[in-house]
């Protein structure tokens, strides 16, 4: 089982940037995408960004030009670099990864950003 933990959530005013991390620990050799998810309340949730075992990512247009996927050599651990915040980006944010055959997601427990002045 791939375990992830999220870190580096928080408040941050209108138009600052935040850096998200998630640590996979386990079979990480096995990962074929990790991405980050969120929701806001009442909201179903969505994909933010991904990225492939490849390094091919994926962005909601919400957020295209402003976030930033990324992960480190190890492909152990995924970041999400967040700037230009507004407050329609205030929702918990999920990590998540798929990995395994056949495949299987796992999630971590969710870290709160807030955006607000």
């Known amino acids: 089982q791939v375990h992830l933990m999220e870190s580096g959530g928080g408040l941050v005013q209108p138009g600052g940037s935040l850096r998200l991390s998630c640590a996979a620990s386990?079979?990480?050799?096995?990962?074929?995408?990790m991405g980050w998810y969120r929701q806001a309340p009442g909201k179903q949730r969505e994909l933010v960004a991904s990225i492939d075992s490849g390094g091919s990512t994926n962005y909601a247009d919400s957020v295209k030009g402003r976030f930033t996927i990324s992960r480190d050599s190890a492909k152990s651990t995924v970041y999400l670099q967040m700037n230009s915040l507004k407050p329609e980006d205030t929702a918990v944010y999920y990590c998540?990864?798929?990995?395994?055959?056949?495949?299987?997601?796992?999630w971590g427990q969710g870290t709160q950003v807030t955006v607000s002045s």
């Open positions: 998540n990864t798929v990995w395994g055959f056949p495949l299987r997601a796992s």
């Open positions: 386990g079979p990480i050799y096995s990962i074929s995408a």
